[in-house]
């Protein structure tokens, strides 16, 4: 009877707090999010074969990386491409909760460059500011792959070049309010899952960079829930006993 008495306080307790929880997850849920991006790239990772890595753009919104293949002068018809490059252009934007909308628009140039003188990840800083009711401005963490191909092939999409967003840095959280949003990068396609683009060699491609608001709940909602799934267990067991 005594543990019957505490379940029933706790449950008590967990339906006050998750109907005020509740509430707050209503409002949360009738917000709409405006305000401007920017961003800028940061140190790249080279990868196992990129021997010496050149880039440059650190801390701007244009990114190049790899030698460009100087062509000989005795060579006829060669073409000298440049590095290749991403540019980063941020928009303003207004999105309600939950609802995919358009945070940035990316270019994408791929050049010939050196073997060995590329990059396989680079960082970008994704800056929101925030306009009323939320006021503030956040710096959100994401990571590019880029897949460069050797240019072996007599096919021009065999030598195309990739641009990935690295799905497990694809969001990152911030508060509003005392309640806790999470903006994830949904990918280059407001309509289905699409984390990568490509440019044809000495092509470029230009696309939009989708994102999404979500709500996080709150741990404490969470954890009524497993206490209500406890309570009636027991309960249960209780109910069953003969005395």
């Known amino acids: 009877m005594k543990l019957n008495f505490v379940f029933a306080t706790a449950i008590s307790s967990f339906f006050v707090s998750a109907t005020t929880g509740l509430g707050f997850s209503g409002q949360a849920d009738a917000l709409t999010f405006s305000g401007i991006s920017s961003g800028t790239w940061g140190v790249p990772t080279p990868g196992s074969v990129d021997t010496n890595p050149v880039y440059t753009g650190v801390g701007s919104n244009l990114f190049t990386w790899g030698d460009p293949n100087i062509c000989p002068y005795t060579l006829i018809g060669c073409t000298v491409t440049g590095s290749n490059k991403l540019t980063f252009n941020g928009n303003s934007f207004s999105a309600d909760i939950n609802s995919v909308f358009k945070i940035a628009e990316l270019t994408y140039f791929n050049g010939t460059v050196i073997q ?7 960082p970008l800083n994704l800056n929101v500011s925030f306009g009323p009711p939320v006021g503030t401005s956040q710096v959100f963490d994401f990571n590019l792959l880029l897949v460069n191909t050797p240019n072996d092939s007599t096919d021009p999409e065999t030598n195309a070049d990739f641009v990935f967003i690295d799905p497990s840095l694809s969001n990152q959280s911030f508060t509003f309010q005392g309640n806790k949003y999470t903006l994830e990068l949904t ?5 289905v899952p699409q984390m990568n683009i490509k440019a044809l060699e000495g092509g470029t491609t230009t696309t939009a960079i989708y994102a999404e608001i979500k709500n996080i709940p709150e741990p404490s909602l969470v954890a009524g829930l ?8 027991s309960r249960k067991n209780i109910l069953g006993k003969k005395y």
């Open 226 to 233: 497993s206490l209500l799934g406890l309570y009636l267990i």
């Open 187 to 191: 990918g280059f396609n407001p309509n």
């Open 116 to 122: 060995g003188t590329s990059v396989q990840y680079v």
